[in-house]
Structures are given as structure tokens and as C-alpha cells.
């Protein structure tokens, strides 16, 4: 059974850092591009960074800067390092792998982890 867990979410201040992890199971992700998304309450699951296999990377627009996705290979686990956090950075974040269409659209994904809550808050 392929499994995508995500992990590291929590309560914090705006300006902070954090890091949440995907940590996948069931095969392997090496040859495969991995993505975090985010859905707000109310709002569409949204695009936010993405690794490819080689390692390169792409942020939308909102984020570029301040987040920063990569992947330990040996773990089969996907990172994102969150700087600088603001309270419209609040959202549940997804780890997705996979990709067979358009990078930035949520339905080019198979694979889905169930979401780790982060609330950007004074």
C-alpha cells in the first residue's frame, strides 16, 4: 500500500519557521516529481512548491523566497522549510507525488498524504 504521511504542522507566530515532512512508503518516489499543496478554509487546494527528480524546484508566486522544498532520497521523504510565516500562510499543507500532467493543478496528482494543519497566529 503506497502511503504519503506528512508530519511537523502546528500553532505558530507570524515571522516564525517551520518544517513539515512527507514521508512516503510503499515504493519509491526517487523517479518521481513531489509537491506540497494547501487548502484554506473555504478556498481551492492550491499549488505551492514542487521537487522534481533531479532536484529542481519551482514555488508559487506567494511563497517564492520564503519557502524552500527538498527531498532526501535515502528516506523517500519530501520537505518544506517555512520561513517567515504569515497568517494567510494558515492552512492544512499536503504532500502529493506523482505528477502526469500540469505541475501546478491538483488533479495531475496520484498520490495524496492526508494533511498536516499549520496556523499562523498571534
Known amino acids: 500500500q503506497v502511503q504519503l504521511v506528512e508530519s511537523g504542522g502546528g500553532l505558530v507566530q507570524p515571522g516564525d519557521s517551520l518544517r513539515l515532512s512527507c514521508a512516503g512508503s510503499g515504493r519509491t518516489f526517487s523517479d518521481d516529481a513531489m509537491a506540497w499543496f494547501r487548502q484554506a478554509p473555504g478556498k481551492e487546494r492550491e499549488f505551492v512548491g514542487i521537487s522534481w527528480s533531479l532536484g529542481t524546484t519551482a514555488y508559487a508566486t506567494s511563497v517564492k523566497g520564503r519557502f524552500a522544498v527538498f527531498r532526501d532520497t535515502a528516506k523517500n521523504t519530501l520537505y518544506i522549510q517555512m520561513n517567515s510565516l504569515k497568517p494567510e500562510d494558515t492552512a492544512v499543507y499536503y504532500c502529493?507525488?506523482?505528477?502526469?500532467?500540469?505541475?501546478?493543478?491538483?488533479?495531475?496528482?496520484?498520490?495524496w498524504g492526508q494533511g498536516t494543519q499549520v496556523t499562523v497566529s498571534s
Open positions: 502529493a507525488a506523482r505528477v502526469t500532467g500540469t505541475y501546478f493543478l491538483s488533479q495531475s496528482y496520484e498520490y
